[in-house]
């Protein structure tokens, strides 16, 4: 396996925070200090601010996501976005299978395969999540629990399809708890994730996919994370609000 196979992917997850206009301000503040990053860098963020992002970032390299996208094109959803709607808006990312979508908002396996499913055939690149609760890995099930997530997630995706597809390996005790795993542990788990897709699809494939990390990362920790052969990026929260820390990430992936 060979990390020069892959560029980073360095991703800000907002989740519910940010208006319109402070999507603006923060965005302005962070151009300058990612450019000529040698890294992919994306900001996802709140339905709402994805036109004042798109704007935004024009003149730089930075791309913008979505946090969810609902399954069906359109129809009697109320309160849900398709990934069709996305596209046509000119999103380019969107999360699918975040935790907190899991636990809070229902999200099942069965409809993390869906949202992936809308997504990819609406021509958008998915941010896959997965990961495991902290009672599943003091049991020792976290690969059996993240393996069938990836395995139901990605059930009839192709090879040529998984090009537009990065799992976050998110444990969700690391999630928004300061408490970050051990590079160690990411690596294990983002080692396994690369295992499981080559023996899902080939070897080709596990050498060019990205694998991100996720979890309280911050400026602190990212360089040692993200020196793992197998951490090829981060799925940022908290530390993807305040410029300086969500650049200085971007720069330890950019070595
Ligand atoms: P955190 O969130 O960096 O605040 O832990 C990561 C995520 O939920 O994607």
């Not at 709140?46 to 798109?54: E, K, N, R």
């Not at 996208?69 to 975040?98: D, N, P, R």
């Not at 899902?200 to 052969?229: C, I, P, R, T, W």
Request: hydrophobic share 40%.
């Amino acid at each position: 396996m060979n990390k020069s196979l892959r560029k980073a992917v360095i991703a800000g997850n907002w989740k519910m925070n940010k208006t319109p206009a402070e999507t603006t301000e923060l965005i302005n503040s962070i151009k300058p200090l990612v450019a000529g990053a040698d890294c992919e860098v994306v900001v996802c963020v709140p339905y709402i601010d994805l036109f004042a992002a798109m704007e935004a970032v024009k003149g730089s390299d930075i791309k913008v996501g979505a946090e969810n996208c609902h399954w069906a094109a359109s129809g009697a959803f109320t309160g849900e976005v398709s990934a069709q709607m996305l596209k046509a808006c000119g999103v380019e990312y969107v999360i699918t299978g975040h935790s907190e979508r899991r636990t809070y908002f229902g999200d099942t396996d069965k409809t993390v395969r869906d949202r992936t499913r809308a997504a990819l055939d609406n021509g958008l690149k998915v941010i896959l999540c997965v990961g495991e609760y902290l009672e599943q890995r003091e049991q020792n099930i976290t690969m059996e629990v993240v393996s069938s997530q990836v395995k139901i997630a990605l059930a009839g995706v192709t090879e040529e399809e998984l090009g537009n597809v990065i799992i976050a390996y998110e444990p969700v005790w690391a999630i928004g708890t300061g408490r970050t795993a051990t590079a160690d542990q990411a690596e294990e788990v983002c080692k396994a994730i690369r295992e499981l897709i080559a023996g899902l699809y080939s070897k080709e494939a596990a050498d060019a996919f990205v694998v991100q990390y996720g979890g309280s990362m911050n400026a602190s920790n990212a360089d040692e994370l993200l020196d793992k052969e197998d951490v090829d990026g981060g799925l940022i929260g908290g530390a993807s609000l305040k410029a300086p820390d969500f650049a200085a990430i971007v720069k330890a992936a950019s070595k």
